[in-house]
């Protein structure tokens, strides 16, 4: 079955950084976009990024473009994200998905807390 495992959540200051991990397993890794979304406290999950299956064409919501990169190893099954320059707003649980023939998957989330 279709596993996402995040990692590398954590507090941290505004202006820090922090480089989340996706560990996949339960399908072909290499076949399919993978993405981020996060879920803000009292705020509904929103897309944070997204990268081609062979880690080209990478996409980013306009409040990660400039700041987030999103990246993958096919070789590993696992996809990061690296966050720079992190801001109270970013303060939220991250989740990688992937959509795999019409239906989303869910990892169980990481949170990440940005506060001095």
């Known amino acids: 079955q279709v596993q996402l495992v995040e990692s590398g959540g954590g507090l941290v200051q505004p202006g820090g950084s922090l480089r989340l991990s996706c560990a996949a397993s339960g399908f072909t890794f290499s076949r399919y976009r993978m993405n981020w979304y996060r879920q803000a406290p009292g705020k509904e999950r929103e897309w944070v990024a997204g990268?081609?299956?062979?880690?080209?064409?990478?996409n980013y919501s306009e409040s990660a473009k400039g700041r987030f990169a999103i990246s993958r190893d096919n070789a590993k099954s696992t996809q990061y994200l690296q966050m720079n320059r992190l801001e109270h707003e970013d303060t939220a649980v991250y989740y990688c998905n992937v959509e795999i023939a019409y239906q989303d998957y869910w990892g169980q989330g990481t949170k990440v807390t940005v506060s001095s």
């Open positions: 990268i081609s299956s062979g880690g080209g064409p990478r």
